[in-house]
Each structure stands twice: as structure tokens, then as C-alpha cells.
């Protein structure tokens, strides 16, 4: 085995421990760990890459392990995150907030695909999907004022998972500019998600590493 194919293949095992202890710390807390635009893009990547355009295996039998998490935190999308959404919108705006989010999200990805193939076309989209849920995690922690649905746990998680898939295409040769630049973004900006969890977490007079 390859060092690249071993570094995908753990980022594909920590990317499974940030879904489930996401789903997780949603059960806990009653409140979903994903924001919504992160969520549909999640899923829309895992439908198109799993069955539209399968990827190579073994990243094939990853995306049908995510596609199936992904499924569990849209069904406590839509159990938990009502109350949430009423306070910045008419409830009845919930459902076709979803249902257009994952459509764009769903066809952004469809045509980018078709434009630059499976290969290209799977490993643009993921990063760009990863940088956009690395800035919403931040903004999410924000605009929620506490930790809910969040845990240390996840965000190093995530860190460590996109850590080995970047290391993975650049030992593999993916080193492009653009991809470069996506790499180092999404991990300053996983590591201050991290640093102003943790400052949360403080505040609210919770021990970091109790919270799983």
C-alpha cells in the first residue's frame, strides 16, 4: 500500500468519526451539529460520487459509509432544527429552504463534474465543500452564542481527516495552486474554529475533553 492510499484511507476512517460523533453530540443536545449548507453539500457530493460518477475504490466504499451518515444528520436536520430555524425565519420557509439548498448544492456539483470530469471534478468539489464548512462551523459557533452540537472532539476530527487527504493528493501529485491554496485555507481556518471552541467551551464552564 502506497503512503497516499493510506493517508486517504485515514482521512476516510476520521471523516467517519467526525459524522458520527457529530450525530452524536446532535442526540445529546437535541440541536444539529452541521449547518445546513455544509449539510447538503455533504450529501449531494456523496450521492454524485457514489452513484452518478462512483469513485475508485476504496474511496467508493467510503462515500457509501458518509452517504448513509449524512443521511442519519438530515433526518436530525429536520427533527431538531425547526426551533432554530423559526427564530430567524417563518417556519413554513423550512422545508423549501432544504429542498432549493440541496438543489443548488446537488447541481453546482453535477456540472463541475461535467465540466472536469469524475477525478478532477470529485477532488475540487470536495475542498471547495470543506473550505465553505470550515468557514460555516465558525459562523455557526457565532451566531449560536454556545456549544451546542459542537465538541472539540469533532472539530479535531475534521482537522486531522482533511489534514491526510491533503497530504494524500499532494504526495500524489495534486499540488496545483488552487489546491495548495485550499489546503492551507481550510487548515487555518479548521485551527481557529478550534481555538474559538475551545474559548467557548471555557466560558460556559465546561471541561473540554469531558465533552464527546
Known amino acids: 500500500m ?3 492510499t493510506a493517508l486517504a484511507i485515514l482521512s476516510g476512517i476520521f471523516w467517519t468519526i467526525t459524522y458520527l460523533l457529530i450525530i452524536r453530540r446532535s442526540i445529546q443536545d437535541k440541536s444539529v451539529g452541521m ?26 466504499y467510503i462515500n457509501y459509509v458518509w452517504f448513509f451518515l449524512d443521511l442519519v444528520i438530515v433526518i436530525q436536520y429536520f427533527k431538531f432544527n425547526k ?10 420557509f423550512f422545508h423549501p429552504a432544504f429542498f432549493s439548498t440541496l438543489a443548488v448544492s446537488f447541481l453546482n456539483m453535477l456540472f463541475i463534474t461535467y465540466e472536469f470530469g469524475r477525478d478532477r471534478g470529485a477532488i475540487y468539489t470536495a475542498f471547495q465543500i470543506n473550505l465553505i464548512m470550515s ?8 451566531s449560536r452564542g454556545d456549544v451546542r452540537g459542537q ?6 476530527a475534521k482537522t486531522i481527516g482533511t489534514a491526510c487527504a491533503s497530504l494524500s493528493l499532494y504526495l500524489s501529485g495534486s499540488s496545483s495552486m488552487l489546491l495548495i491554496f485550499l489546503y492551507l485555507s481550510i487548515f487555518l481556518f479548521d485551527l481557529a474554529y478550534s481555538v474559538l471552541l475551545h474559548i467557548k467551551i471555557k466560558e460556559q464552564r465546561i471541561h473540554p475533553w469531558k465533552r464527546a
Do not use: D, G
Open 2 to 4: 502506497t503512503t497516499p
Open 35 to 60: 449547518p445546513l449548507v455544509a449539510l447538503c453539500m455533504n450529501i449531494s457530493w456523496e450521492f454524485i460520487f457514489s452513484f452518478v460518477f462512483p469513485s475508485r475504490k476504496p474511496q467508493l
Open 83 to 92: 426551533f432554530e430555524f423559526s427564530k430567524h425565519f417563518p417556519q413554513n
Open 135 to 142: 468557514m460555516l462551523f465558525i459562523s455557526m459557533l457565532l
Open 151 to 156: 465538541s472539540m472532539y469533532i472539530a479535531i
